[in-house]
Nanobody, 126 residues
Framework: QVQLVESGGGLVHTGGSLTLSCAAS????????MGWFRQAPGKEREFVAT????????YYADSVKGRFTISRDSGKNTVLLQMNSLNPEDTAVYYC???????????????????WGQGTQVTVSS
């Protein structure tokens, strides 16, 4: 069992930045690919970014490419999502997730992930 806890959400103005953090605990974090998803009010949860266990490969949704950066510190069991140039369309609850396998393109699907955090709210004001 892997427990994931997100932090770092908050309120920011358009054009601002936030860094989300996901801390993993429980059984070993080793070998898991990690991802970030988000869910805006009234919308389905959508893929944002993912990173392999080694950190050697990343993949982003087109809507965040060039603005968001996913990274991980496997020694500290943490995954970060650096978000720049935020706009109101980025407002959502952001979820961290862990997947046993990295298989593009299905790694962008919700069902590819085995463990989920409770989410952290990000609100971008105009």
């Amino acid at each position: 069992q892997v427990q994931l806890v997100e932090s770092g959400g908050g309120l920011v103005h358009t054009g601002g930045s936030l860094t989300l953090s996901c801390a993993a605990s429980g059984r070993t974090f080793s070998g898991y690919a990690m991802g970030w998803f988000r869910q805006a009010p009234g919308k389905e949860r959508e893929f944002v970014a993912t990173i392999t266990w080694t950190g050697g490969s990343t993949y982003y949704a087109d809507s965040v490419k060039g603005r968001f950066t996913i990274s991980r510190d496997s020694g500290k069991n943490t995954v970060l999502l650096q978000m720049n140039s935020l706009n109101p369309e980025d407002t959502a609850v952001y979820y961290c997730a862990a997947a046993r396998s990295w298989i593009p393109p299905t790694i962008t699907y919700l069902r590819a992930y085995d463990y989920w955090g409770q989410g952290t709210q990000v609100t971008v004001s105009s």
